[in-house]
C-alpha cells in the first residue's frame, strides 16, 4: 500500500491548506465549478451512482441511490452534513474539517446542487470548538469569492450554509436525531416512515450526507467514476479514510482503499506501526465501538463493506479501530463499551432505555469481582433483545450496543468465566444481598 | 373498509387507522402503553409489536417478515395478515415487561393506581413472576410538579403520553422528559409548575401510578369505587364522565371517551367542582311554612299538599297570576314533569327559562389554536341544560318568557304564585328577585342550598345534586345525553325526578327512561337519546 497517494488527504500537512487560496492553488473548485456550469443536477446523481459512493457514516448505504429518493416535483430540499462524529474512536471527519474544509464545502455544493437543495445544514458536535471556528472562517471565506449564497460561480444556483452545533448527544449522529436536534426538539430519533427524504427537516425533503461522504464528491467529479470504481473492490470502492487508535505506535487517521486488513492498519509501516512495547493484540473493535469485536486471531479481515459480516460484526462503520492489547482487563473494555451505550441511549425505546443500563450494571458488577456465571448468559440475552434488527427499536443505537456486548461476551467467554471463577468466594452473593 | 387477518381471523374495519386500534376496538387485548388513540404515535414501548406477512422482495411470495413491527404505527390496510399470537411477539412482551419492571419501586400496596394499573395487569397477564434484575435499582425522584399533581418518577413507564398532551391537547407544554437512557425522567420547566384548566387529564392517560391527583390521593383503593356514566354538569359542553363513589360517597370524576363532544378529555373545572354534592349545608327535606310557623311534612303528603295550595291559588288569584322558572340545572325529564303539572292545574301560568350562570369567555385548547380547530373546550355557559329547558319551554306554548323578563315582571307585581326552581351550586339569586318575594302569595322553591327565596317560600323542596337523580341533559349543540343514578340522596331528601313524578300525578318509581318514553310521544327529539359509546377496550 506503500504507492497510494492520498487522496481525501492530500492537503494535510500542507501550509494553509484552511485557506481558501491554498485550495484553490492545489485544484479546489474546480468540481464545483464545472457542476454547477456544465451539469444537470441528473448528470451528478448519475456519475455518483455509477462511482458505487456509500455512504462514510456508518451504515455504507449508496448516496446517489438515497439522493433518488427525494420526491419528484418537491419545492424546497435541504441538505444536513453529519459531521456529529461521535462514534467513540473516530476522527477522520475532525481530520478533514481541520485540515481542508474548503474540500468538505466543495462537496457540500456539489450534493446540494445535485440535490437541488437551497439550504444546507452542517450539524456539528459541540465538542469540536475548533473546528467549528475552522469551518465557519472557511464557509465566510467562501461566501466571500462567490462560491456560496446567491448566485454561485455567476450559474443562478444559490445554497446557503449554516453550522449547526448539537449539545452532546451520541444519538443526535443517527439521521432523524440530527433532524430533531436541528429542528431545537430533544434529539429522539424519529420512526420511519416517513424517512427524510420525503419529510425531514422542518417537515421537508431533507438528505442527510456524511462529512466524508461529501469529501469524495469532488473527487468523483473530477476524475470521474471509473476512477473511483479503480479503488479498492467494486462493492467498496474509493478511497476511505480510517483510524486507529489505542497502544498503538503511530495512533491517527490515515487514508487508503478498502482493500487493507485490519491487520495492515495496525502493524503497516504507512498506519499504526505495531503496538507498544510489542505486546500482542488482545482484541480490536475495527469500525467504532458499535459495529463489534475481533479478537487478534481475527485481524486477516479486510476493512470493507463486506468482510467484516464474515466476523460477526455489523459492518465496517466508521473504519476507527480500537485497539486492545493483552495487558487490558477483558472486564474492563467490556464495562466501558456498556457504559457509553447506557449513557447515550436517548430513552425513547423500553428494551434499549432499560437494556443498555441493565447491561451497564451487570457489566460493572463483573468488573468488580462480583460476577455470576449465569450473568453472562444474561447479559448476551439482553443484548440479543434491543436494536432495528428484531424490530424492537426506532433507531440503530441499540444495535450499536448489541454488536460489541454481545461480541465480547461470546468471543471472550473462557476469558470472562476464568475471571468469575478466580473471584473470591461469596462475593457476588455478598454484594447481591448488600444491593438489594 | 378494509379486511384485515388477525391471528387467523378476518375482521372489518376502517382503512388506514392503526392495526393496534382495529385490534382492540375487535376484542384483542394488546398491551401497550405509548399509543393514545387522542395523542400521536410515538411508537416507543415496543410493547405492541407484532408480525406482518409482506411479499418477499425477490420471489414476491407472501411470507412473514423476520422481525416484528409496531402496530401502533402500522396502518391498517385492506388484505393484510398480522398476528400476536407467535412465540415472537409473546417474548416481546415478557421480555419488555421485565424491562419495565427494572427500576420500578413495586410499592403497588400504597400506589394510588393499583387495581387499575396497566403495569400491574400486564406483567400478571404478558410478564413474567420473577424478575432476573439482582441489581441496584435505579430511582429517580418524587416530585411536587403542580399545584394539583404529583410526579412519582420512580413508576414511570416513560410513554411521554403526559408530555404529548400538554403538548398537543392543551398547548401548554408544560411537561418535558430530561436527561438521557435510563435516568430519563419527565419534569417540568424550572418556574413553571403543571397548572392548566385541563392539566387533569394527565393523571388519566398516565397508563401507570406515575402522575398523581393531589386531590383523590390515598383517599380510596379503586377496587371499592363503583363507576356511574354520568355527564358533567359544570358547562354546557355535555362532557361524558364516570362517577367514582363507594358508599354514596364521590371521591373522584373521569371523563368517558365520547366523540365529537370531550373525546377522552375533561376540564379541571368539572372535575373537582363535584365538592358540593357532600356540603353539609345543603337542604335535604321539604319545608312547610304557616305564617312563622315551619314544618317537615312527610314525603308522602307532598303531592298532595302542593296541588292543593296550587288549586286554592288559582281558585282565589285565577290561573294566568302563576309561574313556574326552570332551572337549566333541571335534567329535561324533571322541567316537563313540572311543566305538565303546573298546567295542569294554571293552563295559562308562564312557564320561565332560569337564570343561566355564566362566567369568562370559552376556552379553547391547544391555548391559542382557532375556535373550530379546537380539541378541547370550556364553554363560559356554567350549566348543563339550557337548551333542554328552552325546548321545554317552548314546546309549552301558551304563555313563556325568559328569566329577565320573569324577574322585571315579578317585580312589577305580574306574579302572586311561582314555582321557581335554582339547584345551583353557587349563589345565584339576583336582588330583584328578592324583592319581588313580596308579591308572592305563594312561593314553590325547589334549591340546594338556603338562601333569600327558600326563606320566602311557602313551601321549600330539596334540589338533588345531578350525581343522585338520572335523566338527561342537552348540551350547547343539542344533543341529548343521558345520565345515571351514582348516589343516594341524602337522608330526608328525595329524588326531584321521583317528587315530580308523584306531583304530576304518576305512581311508582321515577325513572329517566320511563319519563323520555312518555315525552317522546310529543317531542321526537326524545324518542333517542344520543349515549356515549361504551368504554372502548384500549382506554387507560
Same mark, same amino acid.
Request: hydrophobic share 40%; net charge negative.
Given at each position: 500500500?506503500?504507492?497510494?497517494?492520498?487522496?481525501?488527504?492530500?492537503?494535510?500537512?500542507?501550509?494553509?491548506?484552511?485557506?481558501?487560496?491554498?485550495?484553490?492553488?492545489?485544484?479546489?473548485?474546480?468540481?464545483?465549478?464545472?457542476?454547477?456550469?456544465?451539469?444537470?443536477?441528473?448528470?451528478?446523481?448519475?456519475?455518483?451512482?455509477?462511482?458505487?459512493?456509500?455512504?462514510?457514516?456508518?451504515?455504507?448505504?449508496?448516496?446517489?441511490?438515497?439522493?433518488?429518493?427525494?420526491?419528484?416535483?418537491?419545492?424546497?430540499?435541504?441538505?444536513?452534513?453529519?459531521?456529529?462524529?461521535?462514534?467513540?474512536?473516530?476522527?477522520?471527519?475532525?481530520?478533514?474539517?481541520?485540515?481542508?474544509?474548503?474540500?468538505?464545502?466543495?462537496?457540500?455544493?456539489?450534493?446540494?446542487?445535485?440535490?437541488?437543495?437551497?439550504?444546507?445544514?452542517?450539524?456539528?458536535?459541540?465538542?469540536?470548538?475548533?473546528?467549528?471556528?475552522?469551518?465557519?472562517?472557511?464557509?465566510?471565506?467562501?461566501?466571500?469569492?462567490?462560491?456560496?449564497?446567491?448566485?454561485?460561480?455567476?450559474?443562478?444556483?444559490?445554497?446557503?450554509?449554516?453550522?449547526?452545533?448539537?449539545?452532546?448527544?451520541?444519538?443526535?449522529?443517527?439521521?432523524?436525531?440530527?433532524?430533531?436536534?436541528?429542528?431545537?426538539?430533544?434529539?429522539?430519533?424519529?420512526?420511519?416512515?416517513?424517512?427524510?427524504?420525503?419529510?425531514?427537516?422542518?417537515?421537508?425533503?431533507?438528505?442527510?450526507?456524511?462529512?466524508?461522504?461529501?469529501?469524495?464528491?469532488?473527487?468523483?467529479?473530477?476524475?470521474?467514476?471509473?476512477?473511483?470504481?479503480?479503488?479498492?473492490?467494486?462493492?467498496?470502492?474509493?478511497?476511505?479514510?480510517?483510524?486507529?487508535?489505542?497502544?498503538?505506535?503511530?495512533?491517527?487517521?490515515?487514508?487508503?482503499?478498502?482493500?487493507?486488513?485490519?491487520?495492515?492498519?495496525?502493524?503497516?509501516?504507512?498506519?499504526?506501526?505495531?503496538?507498544?512495547?510489542?505486546?500482542?493484540?488482545?482484541?480490536?473493535?475495527?469500525?467504532?465501538?458499535?459495529?463489534?469485536?475481533?479478537?487478534?486471531?481475527?485481524?486477516?479481515?479486510?476493512?470493507?463493506?463486506?468482510?467484516?459480516?464474515?466476523?460477526?460484526?455489523?459492518?465496517?462503520?466508521?473504519?476507527?479501530?480500537?485497539?486492545?492489547?493483552?495487558?487490558?482487563?477483558?472486564?474492563?473494555?467490556?464495562?466501558?463499551?456498556?457504559?457509553?451505550?447506557?449513557?447515550?441511549?436517548?430513552?425513547?425505546?423500553?428494551?434499549?432505555?432499560?437494556?443498555?443500563?441493565?447491561?451497564?450494571?451487570?457489566?460493572?458488577?463483573?468488573?468488580?469481582?462480583?460476577?455470576?456465571?449465569?450473568?453472562?448468559?444474561?447479559?448476551?440475552?439482553?443484548?440479543?433483545?434491543?436494536?432495528?434488527?428484531?424490530?424492537?427499536?426506532?433507531?440503530?443505537?441499540?444495535?450499536?450496543?448489541?454488536?460489541?456486548?454481545?461480541?465480547?461476551?461470546?468471543?471472550?467467554?473462557?476469558?470472562?468465566?476464568?475471571?468469575?471463577?478466580?473471584?473470591?468466594?461469596?462475593?457476588?452473593?455478598?454484594?447481591?444481598?448488600?444491593?438489594? | 373498509?378494509?379486511?384485515?387477518?388477525?391471528?387467523?381471523?378476518?375482521?372489518?374495519?376502517?382503512?388506514?387507522?392503526?392495526?393496534?386500534?382495529?385490534?382492540?376496538?375487535?376484542?384483542?387485548?394488546?398491551?401497550?402503553?405509548?399509543?393514545?388513540?387522542?395523542?400521536?404515535?410515538?411508537?416507543?414501548?415496543?410493547?405492541?409489536?407484532?408480525?406482518?406477512?409482506?411479499?418477499?422482495?425477490?420471489?414476491?411470495?407472501?411470507?412473514?417478515?423476520?422481525?416484528?413491527?409496531?402496530?401502533?404505527?402500522?396502518?391498517?390496510?385492506?388484505?393484510?395478515?398480522?398476528?400476536?399470537? $407467535?412465540? /415472537?411477539?409473546? @417474548?416481546?412482551?415478557?421480555?419488555?415487561?421485565?424491562? +419495565? &419492571?427494572?427500576?420500578? *419501586?413495586?410499592? =403497588? !400496596?400504597?400506589?394510588?393506581?393499583?387495581?387499575?394499573?396497566?403495569?400491574?395487569?400486564?406483567?400478571?397477564?404478558?410478564?413474567?413472576?420473577?424478575?432476573?434484575?439482582?441489581?441496584?435499582?435505579?430511582?429517580?425522584?418524587?416530585?411536587?410538579?403542580?399545584?394539583?399533581?404529583?410526579?412519582?418518577?420512580?413508576?414511570?413507564?416513560?410513554?411521554?403520553?403526559?408530555?404529548?398532551?400538554?403538548?398537543?391537547?392543551?398547548?401548554?407544554?408544560?411537561?418535558?422528559?430530561?436527561?438521557?437512557?435510563?435516568?430519563?425522567?419527565?419534569?417540568?420547566?424550572?418556574?413553571?409548575?403543571?397548572?392548566?384548566?385541563?392539566?387533569?387529564?394527565?393523571?388519566?392517560?398516565?397508563?401507570?401510578? $406515575?402522575? /398523581?391527583?393531589? @386531590?383523590?390521593?390515598?383517599?380510596?383503593?379503586?377496587? +371499592? &369505587?363503583?363507576?356511574? *356514566?354520568?355527564? =358533567? !354538569?359544570?358547562?354546557?359542553?355535555?362532557?361524558?364522565?364516570?362517577?367514582?363513589?363507594?358508599?354514596?360517597?364521590?371521591?373522584?370524576?373521569?371523563?368517558?371517551?365520547?366523540?365529537?363532544?370531550?373525546?377522552?378529555?375533561?376540564?379541571?373545572?368539572?372535575?373537582?367542582?363535584?365538592?358540593?354534592?357532600?356540603?353539609?349545608?345543603?337542604?335535604?327535606?321539604?319545608?312547610?311554612?304557616?305564617?312563622?310557623?315551619?314544618?317537615?311534612?312527610?314525603?308522602?303528603?307532598?303531592?298532595?299538599?302542593?296541588?292543593?295550595?296550587?288549586?286554592?291559588?288559582?281558585?282565589?288569584?285565577?290561573?294566568?297570576?302563576?309561574?313556574?322558572?326552570?332551572?337549566?340545572?333541571?335534567?329535561?325529564?324533571?322541567?316537563?314533569?313540572?311543566?305538565?303539572?303546573?298546567?295542569?292545574?294554571?293552563?295559562?301560568?308562564?312557564?320561565?327559562?332560569?337564570?343561566? !350562570?355564566?362566567?369568562?369567555?370559552?376556552?379553547?385548547?391547544?391555548?391559542?389554536?382557532?375556535?373550530?380547530?379546537?380539541?378541547?373546550?370550556?364553554?363560559?355557559?356554567?350549566?348543563?341544560?339550557?337548551?333542554?329547558?328552552?325546548?321545554?319551554?317552548?314546546?309549552?306554548?301558551?304563555?313563556?318568557?325568559?328569566?329577565?323578563?320573569?324577574?322585571?315582571?315579578?317585580?312589577?307585581?305580574?306574579?302572586?304564585?311561582?314555582?321557581?326552581?335554582?339547584?345551583?351550586?353557587?349563589?345565584?339569586?339576583?336582588?330583584?328577585?328578592?324583592?319581588?318575594?313580596?308579591?308572592?302569595?305563594?312561593?314553590?322553591?325547589?334549591?340546594?342550598?338556603?338562601?333569600?327565596?327558600?326563606?320566602?317560600?311557602?313551601?321549600?323542596?330539596?334540589?338533588?345534586?345531578?350525581?343522585?337523580?338520572?335523566?338527561?341533559?342537552?348540551?350547547?349543540?343539542?344533543?341529548?345525553?343521558?345520565?345515571?343514578?351514582?348516589?343516594?340522596?341524602?337522608?330526608?331528601?328525595?329524588?326531584?325526578?321521583?317528587?315530580?313524578?308523584?306531583?304530576?300525578?304518576?305512581?311508582?318509581?321515577?325513572?329517566?327512561?320511563?319519563?323520555?318514553?312518555?315525552?317522546?310521544?310529543?317531542?321526537?327529539?326524545?324518542?333517542?337519546?344520543?349515549?356515549?359509546?361504551?368504554?372502548?377496550?384500549?382506554?387507560?
Amino acid at each position: 500500500m506503500a504507492d497510494y497517494e492520498p487522496v481525501l488527504l492530500r492537503n494535510v500537512g500542507v501550509d494553509g491548506s484552511r485557506t481558501l487560496d491554498v485550495y484553490r492553488a492545489r485544484g479546489g473548485y474546480k468540481a464545483a465549478e464545472k457542476v454547477v456550469k456544465d451539469m444537470t443536477a441528473d448528470d451528478v446523481i448519475d456519475e455518483v451512482k455509477r462511482a458505487g459512493l456509500r455512504g462514510r457514516g456508518g451504515a455504507g448505504f449508496p448516496a446517489g441511490v438515497k439522493w433518488g429518493f427525494l420526491p419528484k416535483g418537491r419545492k424546497r430540499t435541504l441538505l444536513c452534513v453529519n459531521a456529529d462524529e461521535s462514534e467513540p474512536p473516530t476522527f477522520c471527519n475532525r481530520v478533514l474539517m481541520e485540515h481542508d474544509p474548503h474540500q468538505v464545502i466543495e462537496g457540500i455544493i456539489i450534493a446540494g446542487y445535485a440535490t437541488r437543495a437551497q439550504i444546507a445544514y452542517v450539524y456539528m458536535r459541540v465538542e469540536f470548538h475548533e473546528q467549528f471556528h475552522i469551518m465557519q472562517n472557511a464557509i465566510d471565506e467562501a461566501y466571500a469569492a462567490g462560491l456560496l449564497g446567491k448566485n454561485i460561480l455567476g450559474s443562478g444556483y444559490d445554497l446557503e450554509v449554516y453550522v449547526h452545533r448539537g449539545a452532546g448527544a451520541y444519538v443526535c449522529g443517527e439521521e432523524t436525531g440530527l433532524i430533531e436536534s436541528i429542528e431545537g426538539k430533544r434529539g429522539y430519533p424519529r420512526i420511519k416512515p416517513p424517512f427524510p427524504a420525503v419529510e425531514g427537516l422542518f417537515r421537508m425533503p431533507t438528505v442527510v450526507n456524511n462529512v466524508e461522504t461529501l469529501a469524495n464528491l469532488p473527487h468523483i467529479i473530477e476524475r470521474g467514476a471509473d476512477w473511483f470504481l479503480g479503488i479498492g473492490t467494486p462493492s467498496s470502492a474509493g478511497p476511505k479514510l480510517f483510524c486507529v487508535c489505542g497502544p498503538v505506535n503511530r495512533p491517527g487517521c490515515y487514508e487508503a482503499p478498502m482493500t487493507i486488513t485490519c491487520e495492515e492498519l495496525i502493524m503497516g509501516d504507512a498506519f499504526g506501526r505495531g503496538m507498544t512495547d510489542n505486546l500482542p493484540v488482545k482484541a480490536v473493535f475495527p469500525g467504532g465501538t458499535s459495529m463489534g469485536v475481533i479478537t487478534g486471531d481475527e485481524l486477516q479481515m479486510k476493512m470493507d463493506f463486506d468482510d467484516p459480516r464474515n466476523f460477526g460484526m455489523l459492518g465496517l462503520g466508521t473504519a476507527a479501530a480500537v485497539v486492545v492489547n493483552n495487558k487490558t482487563d477483558i472486564r474492563a473494555v467490556l464495562r466501558n463499551v456498556a457504559r457509553f451505550y447506557a449513557l447515550e441511549s436517548c430513552g425513547q425505546c423500553t428494551q434499549c432505555r432499560e437494556g443498555t443500563n441493565w447491561m451497564y450494571r451487570i457489566a460493572s458488577r463483573i468488573e468488580h469481582g462480583a460476577g455470576r456465571i449465569e450473568d453472562l448468559d444474561l447479559i448476551e440475552e439482553v443484548a440479543g433483545r434491543m436494536g432495528m434488527m428484531p424490530g424492537l427499536s426506532i433507531c440503530g443505537l441499540p444495535d450499536g450496543a448489541t454488536f460489541p456486548i454481545q461480541g465480547i461476551v461470546r468471543k471472550f467467554r473462557g476469558e470472562l468465566e476464568e475471571h468469575i471463577a478466580n473471584q473470591e468466594p461469596g462475593k457476588a452473593e455478598a454484594v447481591l444481598s448488600v444491593l438489594n | 373498509m378494509a379486511k384485515i387477518t388477525i391471528d387467523h381471523r378476518v375482521i372489518e374495519c376502517s382503512d388506514g387507522i392503526p392495526v393496534l386500534q382495529a385490534a382492540l376496538d375487535a376484542g384483542w387485548d394488546i398491551p401497550h402503553y405509548c399509543y393514545h388513540p387522542g395523542l400521536t404515535v410515538v411508537a416507543s414501548c415496543r410493547l405492541c409489536l407484532m408480525e406482518m406477512q409482506l411479499p418477499h422482495p425477490k420471489t414476491g411470495e407472501m411470507g412473514w417478515v423476520p422481525k416484528l413491527l409496531p402496530s401502533c404505527q402500522t396502518p391498517v390496510r385492506d388484505g393484510m395478515v398480522v398476528r400476536f399470537d $407467535s412465540d /415472537l411477539v409473546r @417474548d416481546n412482551q415478557k421480555s419488555c415487561m421485565e424491562y +419495565f &419492571l427494572i427500576d420500578h *419501586p413495586l410499592d =403497588c !400496596p400504597v400506589c394510588d393506581q393499583a387495581g387499575e394499573c396497566h403495569l400491574q395487569d400486564y406483567s400478571y397477564k404478558f410478564g413474567s413472576a420473577a424478575s432476573r434484575m439482582a441489581d441496584q435499582k435505579h430511582t429517580n425522584p418524587k416530585k411536587d410538579i403542580g399545584p394539583k399533581t404529583l410526579l412519582y418518577s420512580d413508576r414511570c413507564v416513560l410513554c411521554t403520553r403526559c408530555v404529548r398532551f400538554t403538548e398537543e391537547v392543551s398547548g401548554t407544554h408544560e411537561l418535558c422528559s430530561v436527561n438521557r437512557g435510563s435516568r430519563q425522567e419527565i419534569d417540568v420547566f424550572p418556574g413553571m409548575p403543571l397548572d392548566n384548566p385541563i392539566q387533569g387529564n394527565v393523571v388519566d392517560v398516565c397508563p401507570v401510578g $406515575s402522575l /398523581l391527583d393531589k @386531590d383523590f390521593l390515598f383517599k380510596q383503593r379503586v377496587w +371499592f &369505587l363503583d363507576g356511574t *356514566p354520568s355527564i =358533567c !354538569p359544570g358547562c354546557s359542553a355535555g362532557c361524558a364522565i364516570r362517577v367514582d363513589q363507594n358508599e354514596d360517597v364521590v371521591y373522584r370524576l373521569k371523563p368517558r371517551f365520547n366523540p365529537g363532544v370531550n373525546d377522552w378529555w375533561m376540564c379541571d373545572e368539572g372535575r373537582f367542582g363535584y365538592k358540593y354534592v357532600h356540603d353539609a349545608k345543603r337542604i335535604a327535606a321539604p319545608v312547610l311554612r304557616r305564617g312563622a310557623d315551619a314544618t317537615t311534612p312527610d314525603w308522602e303528603a307532598i303531592p298532595e299538599i302542593v296541588s292543593y295550595r296550587f288549586a286554592q291559588h288559582v281558585a282565589k288569584h285565577g290561573d294566568d297570576k302563576i309561574a313556574v322558572v326552570l332551572s337549566p340545572m333541571m335534567a329535561c325529564e324533571e322541567a316537563w314533569l313540572l311543566v305538565k303539572f303546573i298546567r295542569g292545574v294554571a293552563p295559562s301560568a308562564t312557564i320561565a327559562t332560569g337564570f343561566v !350562570p355564566t362566567s369568562g369567555e370559552a376556552q379553547h385548547f391547544p391555548v391559542g389554536c382557532k375556535p373550530d380547530e379546537a380539541k378541547f373546550t370550556i364553554l363560559p355557559e356554567k350549566c348543563p341544560n339550557r337548551r333542554g329547558v328552552e325546548l321545554i319551554t317552548e314546546r309549552a306554548g301558551g304563555n313563556t318568557c325568559d328569566f329577565d323578563a320573569f324577574v322585571k315582571q315579578a317585580v312589577g307585581g305580574a306574579y302572586s304564585g311561582a314555582w321557581i326552581v335554582g339547584g345551583y351550586p353557587d349563589e345565584w339569586v339576583p336582588k330583584d328577585l328578592t324583592k319581588a318575594t313580596k308579591h308572592l302569595k305563594l312561593l314553590v322553591m325547589q334549591d340546594m342550598f338556603e338562601n333569600t327565596l327558600t326563606e320566602a317560600a311557602a313551601i321549600v323542596l330539596p334540589a338533588c345534586a345531578w350525581v343522585e337523580r338520572d335523566g338527561s341533559f342537552m348540551n350547547h349543540t343539542g344533543k341529548i345525553q343521558p345520565f345515571e343514578r351514582a348516589v343516594r340522596v341524602p337522608q330526608g331528601a328525595r329524588r326531584d325526578g321521583q317528587y315530580l313524578f308523584e306531583i304530576a300525578g304518576h305512581g311508582g318509581l321515577y325513572s329517566g327512561e320511563r319519563v323520555r318514553e312518555m315525552m317522546a310521544e310529543e317531542m321526537s327529539e326524545f324518542s333517542e337519546v344520543g349515549d356515549a359509546p361504551p368504554k372502548p377496550v384500549h382506554q387507560h
